[in-house]
């Protein structure tokens, strides 16, 4: 019923979301070996998930996109929308990549983890796709609630 309060929390856990992406997406970038050697002692096992921990975190700036969406579309009482976005951004478009990229080149398995990147791409695009409208309309009755208040209190003497 509060809209500028309720843009006010999505700004905030936003902002949070996008630090917290930022600084995990510089660690792995900065520091992938080290992270991987956390997890095996093996040369070969070490540069293969270097390699990896690099791609799976290519795009992960975005990743809280999809979650910020979700939770948007819960907020509003929009739960069969947000239900379609949670299994179609964290299931079904991590299996559709996966195949895809296994048929496309069977013998390279540091390019199936693209699919993670690709499954954060479809999940801001689809996220944002979602939310679009309803945000719009939320911003509509933002400001014809302000309109509303600025007639009030012209017309109290």
């Known amino acids: ?35 991987a050697s956390i997890f095996s002692s093996d040369e070969h096992v070490k540069n ?3 390699q990896m921990i690099r791609i799976q975190n290519a795009l992960g700036i975005v990743t809280w996109v999809k979650n910020i969406a979700q939770s948007i579309l819960q907020s509003i009482q929009c739960g069969i929308k947000a239900a379609i976005l949670a299994l179609t951004t964290q299931l079904v478009s991590i299996i559709l990549f996966e195949v895809i990229l ?3 080149d069977r013998h390279n398995p ?3 983890i693209w699919a993670y990147p690709m499954s954060f791409a479809f999940g801001f695009l689809l996220g944002i796709a979602f ?8 911003y509509k009755e ?3 609630e302000i309109f509303i208040n600025k007639s009030d209190e012209m017309n109290t003497p």
């Open 131 to 138: 939310v679009f409208t309803p945000l719009k309309n939320a």
């Open 110 to 112: 540091v390019r199936l």
């Open 142 to 144: 933002y400001k014809k």
């Open 1 to 35: 019923n509060n809209p500028k309060r309720w843009g006010l929390l999505t700004i905030h856990a936003s902002w949070i979301c996008l630090v917290w992406s930022l600084i995990l997406t510089i660690l792995s970038f900065s520091c992938p070996r080290q992270l």
């Open 48 to 50: 293969m998930s270097a």
């Open 102 to 104: 296994y048929y496309t």
